[in-house]
């Protein structure tokens, strides 16, 4: 009997061990996303509709990659914004209207026929990159809400 303790006791010290694989710095959780504001070179806000070069919110989707293959992101029709992209202009923080973008490790917004970027976002260093400039790192800017402002 005391066999049979001491090799449950091995074995519960055994699936207790700590891994040593690399931590994670800040998960993106479901629903949570990151906010943008797209404004042109002079400053204008380029997601407020009313701008005659405002950028079309109805055309943008959210597309991955997976294996080298940019797939286009579902999300629920019966969520607030099921194509993974809400706008927002009355935010509190700015004076800019923002998106607000669910993302994967490596995400495409398609501006319809104006143009796509690519946003990524690394859950072991804490860095987005956006056209791969660095946008929010977790070590710099901590627990701040996560938003940048692109210039178009």
């Not at 009997?1 to 891994?19: P, V």
């Not at 079309?56 to 997976?66: D, G």
């Amino acid at each position: 009997m005391k066999k049979l303790f001491f090799i449950i006791l091995i074995l519960l010290f055994a699936a207790c061990e700590k891994e040593d694989g690399p931590k994670k710095k800040f998960v993106v959780r479901e629903g949570f996303g990151f906010y943008f504001s797209y404004v042109d070179k002079n400053g204008y806000d380029l997601l407020d509709s009313t701008h005659p070069n405002a950028l079309n919110f109805e055309t943008m989707r959210l597309y991955y990659i997976e294996n080298g293959v940019k797939k286009e992101m579902i999300f629920n029709n019966h969520s607030e914004y099921p194509r993974g992209i809400r706008r927002f202009c009355d935010w509190p923080y700015t004076d800019k209207c923002v998106l607000i973008i669910k993302l994967s490790d490596s995400t495409v917004i398609d501006f319809g026929h104006q143009y796509s970027d690519t946003i990524c976002y690394n859950e072991y260093t804490g860095i987005m990159t956006y056209n791969e400039e660095i946008v929010w790192d977790y070590d710099r800017d901590g627990f701040r809400t996560p938003v940048a402002t692109i210039v178009k």
